[in-house]
Protein backbone atom coordinates (compact mmCIF):
# COMPACT_ATOMS: atom_id res chain seq x y z
CA UNK A 1 0.00 0.00 0.00
CA UNK A 2 2.88 2.21 0.61
CA UNK A 3 4.82 1.69 -2.39
CA UNK A 4 2.43 3.67 -4.62
CA UNK A 5 3.54 6.51 -2.54
CA UNK A 6 7.19 6.58 -2.06
CA UNK A 7 7.97 8.53 -5.34
CA UNK A 8 5.77 11.13 -3.85
CA UNK A 9 6.33 11.43 -0.45
CA UNK A 10 9.57 11.62 1.08
CA UNK A 11 10.73 8.55 3.39
CA UNK A 12 9.74 9.77 6.20
CA UNK A 13 6.57 10.73 5.56
CA UNK A 14 5.85 7.28 4.19
CA UNK A 15 7.09 5.68 7.36
CA UNK A 16 4.66 7.68 9.28
CA UNK A 17 1.35 6.93 6.96
CA UNK A 18 2.47 3.06 6.98
CA UNK A 19 2.52 3.10 10.95
CA UNK A 20 -1.38 4.28 11.12
CA UNK A 21 -2.75 2.38 8.44
CA UNK A 22 -1.40 -0.64 6.91
CA UNK A 23 -1.82 -3.72 8.92
CA UNK A 24 -0.01 -5.40 11.01
CA UNK A 25 2.30 -8.08 8.99
CA UNK A 26 2.05 -10.96 11.45
CA UNK A 27 -0.91 -9.86 13.07
CA UNK A 28 -2.09 -9.29 17.00
CA UNK A 29 -2.05 -12.34 17.84
CA UNK A 30 1.60 -13.09 17.38
CA UNK A 31 4.29 -13.11 19.92
CA UNK A 32 6.03 -10.17 17.91
CA UNK A 33 5.66 -6.19 17.13
CA UNK A 34 2.42 -4.80 15.91
CA UNK A 35 3.16 -1.21 14.84
CA UNK A 36 5.51 1.60 14.33
CA UNK A 37 4.49 4.00 17.29
CA UNK A 38 7.00 7.00 16.06
CA UNK A 39 10.39 6.71 13.99
CA UNK A 40 12.97 9.56 14.65
CA UNK A 41 15.63 9.23 12.12
CA UNK A 42 18.95 9.95 13.03
CA UNK A 43 22.35 11.37 11.12
CA UNK A 44 22.90 8.73 8.14
CA UNK A 45 19.82 7.06 8.22
CA UNK A 46 17.78 5.75 5.29
CA UNK A 47 17.98 2.00 5.04
CA UNK A 48 15.24 0.32 4.98
CA UNK A 49 13.42 2.93 5.50
CA UNK A 50 10.98 2.51 2.62
CA UNK A 51 10.10 -0.96 4.04
CA UNK A 52 8.72 0.71 6.92
CA UNK A 53 6.59 -1.04 9.45
CA UNK A 54 6.78 -4.20 7.56
CA UNK A 55 10.61 -4.54 7.46
CA UNK A 56 10.66 -3.91 11.78
CA UNK A 57 7.58 -6.26 12.24
CA UNK A 58 7.07 -10.11 12.41
CA UNK A 59 10.04 -12.32 12.94
CA UNK A 60 13.63 -11.70 12.83
CA UNK A 61 15.59 -12.61 9.98
CA UNK A 62 18.88 -13.52 10.70
CA UNK A 63 21.41 -14.26 8.61
CA UNK A 64 23.77 -16.43 10.69
CA UNK A 65 26.80 -15.28 12.68
CA UNK A 66 29.70 -14.04 9.89
CA UNK A 67 26.72 -11.75 8.41
CA UNK A 68 24.22 -9.45 9.39
CA UNK A 69 21.02 -9.22 8.10
CA UNK A 70 19.51 -6.82 5.29
CA UNK A 71 16.22 -7.00 6.49
CA UNK A 72 16.57 -3.94 8.59
CA UNK A 73 16.10 -0.02 9.05
CA UNK A 74 19.04 1.60 10.37
CA UNK A 75 18.06 4.55 12.68
CA UNK A 76 21.13 6.58 12.20
CA UNK A 77 22.78 7.98 14.50
CA UNK A 78 20.86 9.14 17.61
CA UNK A 79 17.90 7.97 15.52
CA UNK A 80 15.01 7.05 17.75
CA UNK A 81 11.95 4.20 16.93
CA UNK A 82 9.18 3.27 19.39
CA UNK A 83 7.21 -0.40 18.61
CA UNK A 84 3.84 -1.11 19.65
CA UNK A 85 2.56 -4.35 20.62
CA UNK A 86 -1.13 -5.13 20.33
CA UNK A 87 -2.44 -8.43 22.38
CA UNK A 88 -0.67 -10.23 23.65
CA UNK A 89 1.66 -7.88 25.09
CA UNK A 90 5.04 -8.45 27.15
CA UNK A 91 4.77 -9.71 30.17
CA UNK A 92 7.09 -10.36 32.95
CA UNK A 93 7.90 -14.05 33.35
CA UNK A 94 10.39 -16.36 34.67
CA UNK A 95 13.90 -15.05 32.87
CA UNK A 96 14.47 -12.64 29.92
CA UNK A 97 10.86 -11.52 29.06
CA UNK A 98 11.45 -10.36 25.24
CA UNK A 99 14.56 -10.21 22.43
CA UNK A 100 15.69 -7.06 20.36
CA UNK A 101 17.09 -8.36 17.05
CA UNK A 102 19.89 -6.75 14.92
CA UNK A 103 22.13 -7.49 12.28
CA UNK A 104 25.53 -7.32 14.69
CA UNK A 105 27.97 -10.22 13.20
CA UNK A 106 31.39 -11.36 13.93
CA UNK A 107 33.73 -10.42 11.62
CA UNK A 108 35.63 -12.82 9.05
CA UNK A 109 34.84 -15.91 11.16
CA UNK A 110 32.70 -17.32 14.19
CA UNK A 111 35.39 -16.77 16.26
CA UNK A 112 36.31 -12.98 14.62
CA UNK A 113 35.19 -9.95 16.86
CA UNK A 114 31.72 -8.52 16.67
CA UNK A 115 30.62 -5.78 14.90
CA UNK A 116 27.98 -4.07 16.92
CA UNK A 117 25.85 -1.47 16.89
CA UNK A 118 24.50 -0.31 19.95
CA UNK A 119 20.82 0.71 20.96
CA UNK A 120 19.56 1.94 24.38
CA UNK A 121 16.33 -0.21 25.24
CA UNK A 122 13.12 1.38 27.02
CA UNK A 123 9.36 0.00 27.73
CA UNK A 124 6.06 1.98 28.53
CA UNK A 125 2.94 0.45 29.05
CA UNK A 126 1.33 3.29 27.23
CA UNK A 127 3.96 4.80 25.10
CA UNK A 128 4.40 8.28 26.59
CA UNK A 129 6.33 7.59 29.88
CA UNK A 130 9.32 4.99 29.25
CA UNK A 131 11.91 3.30 31.74
CA UNK A 132 15.38 2.27 30.26
CA UNK A 133 16.54 -0.95 30.81
CA UNK A 134 19.65 -0.89 33.08
CA UNK A 135 23.12 -0.90 31.35
CA UNK A 136 26.70 0.18 31.54
CA UNK A 137 28.03 2.48 28.58
CA UNK A 138 31.35 1.23 29.29
CA UNK A 139 30.73 -2.87 29.03
CA UNK A 140 27.79 -2.02 26.95
CA UNK A 141 26.23 -5.07 29.68
CA UNK A 142 22.32 -4.57 28.49
CA UNK A 143 22.40 -2.53 25.91
CA UNK A 144 21.02 -4.21 22.01
CA UNK A 145 22.73 -4.52 19.31
CA UNK A 146 25.96 -6.54 20.15
CA UNK A 147 24.17 -10.71 19.40
CA UNK A 148 24.44 -12.16 15.72
CA UNK A 149 20.69 -13.12 14.95
CA UNK A 150 20.65 -17.06 14.38
CA UNK A 151 16.80 -17.55 13.63
CA UNK A 152 15.35 -16.91 10.69
CA UNK A 153 11.83 -18.34 9.33
CA UNK A 154 13.58 -20.71 6.76
CA UNK A 155 15.82 -22.70 9.10
CA UNK A 156 13.45 -23.28 12.08
CA UNK A 157 15.63 -21.78 14.48
CA UNK A 158 12.89 -21.10 17.21
CA UNK A 159 12.93 -16.52 17.71
CA UNK A 160 11.29 -17.32 20.84
CA UNK A 161 13.70 -19.07 22.60
CA UNK A 162 16.94 -17.05 23.65
CA UNK A 163 19.41 -19.84 24.51
CA UNK A 164 19.52 -20.60 20.11
CA UNK A 165 17.54 -17.48 18.62
CA UNK A 166 20.58 -14.90 18.81
CA UNK A 167 19.11 -11.40 19.47
CA UNK A 168 19.81 -9.56 22.82
CA UNK A 169 17.06 -10.48 25.46
CA UNK A 170 15.77 -8.24 28.63
CA UNK A 171 14.03 -8.92 31.75
CA UNK A 172 10.77 -6.66 32.67
CA UNK A 173 11.71 -6.80 35.92
CA UNK A 174 14.61 -5.09 35.96
CA UNK A 175 12.52 -2.27 36.09
CA UNK A 176 9.97 -3.16 37.89
CA UNK A 177 7.13 -3.51 35.24
CA UNK A 178 4.55 -6.73 34.81
CA UNK A 179 3.77 -6.12 31.42
CA UNK A 180 4.85 -3.46 27.90
CA UNK A 181 2.80 -2.36 25.23
CA UNK A 182 6.07 -0.11 23.71
CA UNK A 183 9.36 -1.02 23.38
CA UNK A 184 11.61 1.90 22.62
CA UNK A 185 15.03 1.68 20.64
CA UNK A 186 17.89 4.88 20.73
CA UNK A 187 21.11 4.82 19.31
CA UNK A 188 23.28 6.71 21.18
CA UNK A 189 25.35 7.55 18.86
CA UNK A 190 29.22 9.30 19.75
CA UNK A 191 27.90 8.92 23.59
CA UNK A 192 28.22 5.26 23.34
CA UNK A 193 31.34 4.62 20.71
CA UNK A 194 30.88 1.32 18.97
CA UNK A 195 32.33 -0.27 15.31
CA UNK A 196 29.42 1.41 13.81
CA UNK A 197 30.54 4.97 14.34
CA UNK A 198 33.71 4.32 12.60
CA UNK A 199 32.00 3.65 9.60
CA UNK A 200 31.39 6.79 6.62
CA UNK A 201 28.61 8.64 5.69
CA UNK A 202 25.49 7.21 4.36
CA UNK A 203 22.04 5.60 4.52
CA UNK A 204 23.03 2.88 6.85
CA UNK A 205 24.51 4.34 9.92
CA UNK A 206 23.06 3.31 13.79
CA UNK A 207 21.51 0.88 15.52
CA UNK A 208 19.60 -1.09 12.68
CA UNK A 209 16.47 -3.19 14.02
CA UNK A 210 15.36 -6.20 12.24
CA UNK A 211 12.58 -7.65 14.89
CA UNK A 212 11.35 -7.79 18.63
CA UNK A 213 9.73 -10.64 20.14
CA UNK A 214 7.74 -10.84 23.11
CA UNK A 215 9.36 -14.08 24.82
CA UNK A 216 5.99 -13.85 27.79
CA UNK A 217 3.28 -13.18 25.79
CA UNK A 218 -0.18 -12.32 27.39
CA UNK A 219 -3.41 -9.97 27.98
CA UNK A 220 -2.58 -8.53 31.50
CA UNK A 221 -6.07 -7.53 31.97
CA UNK A 222 -7.52 -11.24 31.39
CA UNK A 223 -5.07 -13.24 34.10
CA UNK A 224 -2.54 -12.16 35.94
CA UNK A 225 1.29 -11.56 35.06
CA UNK A 226 3.28 -14.95 35.33
CA UNK A 227 5.70 -13.32 37.72
CA UNK A 228 4.04 -13.36 41.24
CA UNK A 229 5.20 -9.22 41.75
CA UNK A 230 1.35 -8.77 43.28
CA UNK A 231 1.77 -4.86 44.47
CA UNK A 232 3.08 -3.92 40.80
CA UNK A 233 0.04 -6.47 39.34
CA UNK A 234 -2.48 -4.16 41.39
CA UNK A 235 -0.78 -0.80 40.72
CA UNK A 236 -0.30 -1.37 36.52
CA UNK A 237 -2.27 -4.11 35.40
CA UNK A 238 -5.13 -3.12 34.09
CA UNK A 239 -8.37 -4.57 36.05
CA UNK A 240 -11.14 -7.02 34.44
CA UNK A 241 -13.70 -4.67 34.90
CA UNK A 242 -12.13 -1.66 33.71
CA UNK A 243 -11.02 -4.45 29.95
CA UNK A 244 -14.41 -5.19 29.92
CA UNK A 245 -16.45 -2.02 30.47
CA UNK A 246 -13.60 0.61 29.44
CA UNK A 247 -14.70 4.29 29.50
CA UNK A 248 -16.01 5.90 26.44
CA UNK A 249 -13.43 8.08 24.28
CA UNK A 250 -14.56 9.73 21.58
CA UNK A 251 -13.74 8.47 18.00
CA UNK A 252 -12.94 4.90 19.38
CA UNK A 253 -15.79 3.26 17.98
CA UNK A 254 -14.75 -0.05 18.05
CA UNK A 255 -13.47 0.13 21.52
CA UNK A 256 -10.19 -0.77 21.22
CA UNK A 257 -8.63 1.92 23.34
CA UNK A 258 -7.51 4.12 20.76
CA UNK A 259 -8.32 6.04 17.68
CA UNK A 260 -7.06 5.56 14.74
CA UNK A 261 -7.97 4.52 10.64
CA UNK A 262 -10.37 1.17 12.03
CA UNK A 263 -12.57 4.11 14.01
CA UNK A 264 -12.62 5.99 10.81
CA UNK A 265 -13.45 3.17 8.77
CA UNK A 266 -16.77 2.15 11.21
CA UNK A 267 -17.95 5.92 11.37
CA UNK A 268 -17.82 6.26 7.59
CA UNK A 269 -20.35 2.68 7.59
CA UNK A 270 -22.47 4.36 10.27
CA UNK A 271 -22.98 7.68 8.29
CA UNK A 272 -24.29 5.09 5.74
CA UNK A 273 -26.35 2.36 7.35
CA UNK A 274 -29.83 3.88 7.34
CA UNK A 275 -30.57 4.91 11.42
CA UNK A 276 -30.85 8.25 12.63
CA UNK A 277 -28.81 11.20 12.99
CA UNK A 278 -29.20 11.43 16.63
CA UNK A 279 -26.88 9.44 18.79
CA UNK A 280 -29.67 7.88 20.64
CA UNK A 281 -30.04 6.33 17.21
CA UNK A 282 -26.77 4.74 16.48
CA UNK A 283 -26.95 1.45 17.16
CA UNK A 284 -29.95 0.94 15.54
CA UNK A 285 -29.02 -1.00 12.60
CA UNK A 286 -26.34 -2.91 10.68
CA UNK A 287 -23.44 -0.92 12.33
CA UNK A 288 -23.96 -0.77 16.05
CA UNK A 289 -21.90 2.33 17.35
CA UNK A 290 -22.41 4.38 20.77
CA UNK A 291 -22.10 7.80 21.81
CA UNK A 292 -18.41 7.75 21.10
CA UNK A 293 -19.22 8.01 17.31
CA UNK A 294 -20.21 11.55 18.11
CA UNK A 295 -16.23 12.82 18.02
CA UNK A 296 -17.55 16.31 18.40
CA UNK A 297 -19.60 16.12 20.65
CA UNK A 298 -22.64 18.03 18.85
CA UNK A 299 -24.96 15.30 19.88
CA UNK A 300 -25.57 13.86 15.89
CA UNK A 301 -23.29 11.66 14.46
CA UNK A 302 -22.59 13.31 10.92
CA UNK A 303 -20.15 14.23 8.29
CA UNK A 304 -18.87 16.57 11.17
CA UNK A 305 -17.67 14.18 12.76
CA UNK A 306 -14.97 13.08 9.91
CA UNK A 307 -12.38 15.93 10.50
CA UNK A 308 -12.62 15.42 14.14
CA UNK A 309 -12.06 12.03 13.98
CA UNK A 310 -9.24 13.03 12.49
CA UNK A 311 -7.65 15.50 14.84
CA UNK A 312 -8.09 13.35 17.85
CA UNK A 313 -6.35 10.36 15.57
CA UNK A 314 -3.91 12.85 14.04
CA UNK A 315 -4.44 12.26 10.83
CA UNK A 316 -4.72 15.33 9.81
CA UNK A 317 -1.09 17.30 9.75
CA UNK A 318 -0.87 20.06 12.88
CA UNK A 319 -1.52 22.97 10.52
CA UNK A 320 -4.92 21.70 9.82
CA UNK A 321 -5.74 20.71 13.41
CA UNK A 322 -5.52 24.71 14.12
CA UNK A 323 -7.78 25.54 11.21
CA UNK A 324 -10.36 22.92 12.49
CA UNK A 325 -9.76 24.66 15.90
CA UNK A 326 -10.76 27.61 14.60
CA UNK A 327 -13.88 26.87 12.28
CA UNK A 328 -17.10 27.53 13.68
CA UNK A 329 -19.21 24.03 14.36
CA UNK A 330 -21.91 25.69 12.39
CA UNK A 331 -20.04 26.05 9.37
CA UNK A 332 -19.83 21.75 9.20
CA UNK A 333 -23.41 21.83 10.46
CA UNK A 334 -24.12 23.25 7.47
CA UNK A 335 -22.70 20.72 5.28
CA UNK A 336 -19.87 22.45 4.11
CA UNK A 337 -17.83 19.73 4.99
CA UNK A 338 -18.44 16.78 3.18
CA UNK A 339 -16.87 13.40 4.31
CA UNK A 340 -15.27 13.27 0.55
CA UNK A 341 -13.64 16.31 1.41
CA UNK A 342 -12.22 15.49 4.09
CA UNK A 343 -11.32 11.78 2.42
CA UNK A 344 -9.77 14.18 0.30
CA UNK A 345 -11.46 14.93 -2.73
CA UNK A 346 -11.02 17.92 -4.48
CA UNK A 347 -8.75 19.45 -2.03
CA UNK A 348 -5.11 19.78 -2.08
CA UNK A 349 -4.20 20.56 1.12
CA UNK A 350 -5.41 17.54 2.60
CA UNK A 351 -4.13 15.17 -0.11
CA UNK A 352 -1.38 13.87 1.68
CA UNK A 353 -4.32 13.03 4.66
CA UNK A 354 -6.90 11.93 2.20
CA UNK A 355 -4.58 9.46 0.74
CA UNK A 356 -4.09 7.61 3.45
CA UNK A 357 -7.52 7.67 4.51
CA UNK A 358 -8.61 6.06 1.20
CA UNK A 359 -6.22 3.29 1.45
CA UNK A 360 -7.94 2.14 4.98
CA UNK A 361 -11.30 3.05 3.70
CA UNK A 362 -13.83 1.53 1.81
CA UNK A 363 -15.91 4.40 0.06
CA UNK A 364 -19.81 3.77 -0.07
CA UNK A 365 -20.44 3.68 -4.38
CA UNK A 366 -21.78 7.27 -5.30
CA UNK A 367 -24.99 6.72 -5.77
CA UNK A 368 -24.95 6.27 -1.74
CA UNK A 369 -26.27 9.60 -0.85
CA UNK A 370 -24.63 10.05 3.00
CA UNK A 371 -27.16 11.40 5.89
CA UNK A 372 -26.40 15.21 5.38
CA UNK A 373 -25.58 17.02 9.17
Known amino acids: MCSSRRTALRWLGAA ?58 SLGNEGVIVLRFD ?15 E ?12 FAEYGIVAVSQDGEH ?23 PDNGIDPLDPSVSGGDSFDLSAVGLPWAAYVRITDPGAAIPDPGNQLPGGTQAGFDLDAIAALHACDPGVSASPTPTSTLISEATPTPSATIEPTAVPGDLNGNGRVDAADLRQLIAELYDGDGDDVADAGGSTIASGPEADVNGDGRITAADIPAI ?3 AGLVPAPHRRRLDAQPREQNRAGVVSPLQWLGVGNPSRRRWG ?12 NAAPRRP
Open 355 to 366: AATRAATTIPPP
Open 103 to 114: NAFHAGTPSGAV
Open 87 to 101: LPLICDGPGPDFTVF
Open 130 to 152: FVEMPYDAVTHAGLAGQTPVLSA
Open 16 to 73: VLCALVVPAVGGAQDPFADAVASFMPGTGAGFGADELPGVVLGPPRGAGLVQGSFDVV
Open 310 to 312: GVV
